[in-house]
Nanobody
Framework: QVQLVESGGGLVQAGGSLRLSCAASGSISSFHVMGWYFQAPGKQRELVAVISSDGSTNYADSVKGRFTISSDNAKNTVYLQMNSLKPEDTAVYYC?????????WGQGTQVTVSS
């Protein structure tokens, strides 16, 4: 059973930075895609950024130029570096991994950006 454990969330002032980590219980090289999603209160879960097994990345328009997704296969960890944070980035951030037809989710980590 795959487990994804997020960490790194917290409270930060607008303009600040945070780095989220997603540690997988197995080799992340076995996943086709890994990514980060966020869900604000009362809203649907939305894509933030994804990284494919070939290293290609894709970002939501709202975070382009501010957020960077990366992976470390040796540590089985995917990161989300978040810079120039805005109050509208406040949400629970979830790690996601996809292997064939299976989808895996972490428990989420809260990010709160104060104005």
């Amino acid at each position: 059973q795959v487990q994804l454990v997020e960490s790194g969330g917290g409270l930060v002032q607008a303009g600040g930075s945070l780095r989220l980590s997603c540690a997988a219980s197995g080799s992340i090289s076995s996943f086709h895609v890994m990514g980060w999603y966020f869900q604000a209160p009362g809203k649907q879960r939305e894509l933030v950024a994804v990284i494919s097994s070939d290293g290609s990345t894709n970002y939501a328009d709202s975070v382009k130029g501010r957020f960077t997704i990366s992976s470390d296969n040796a540590k089985n960890t995917v990161y989300l570096q978040m810079n120039s944070l805005k109050p509208e980035d406040t949400a629970v951030y979830y790690c996601h991994a996809k292997k064939y037809w299976s989808n895996y989710w972490g428990q989420g980590t809260q990010v709160t950006v104060s104005s």
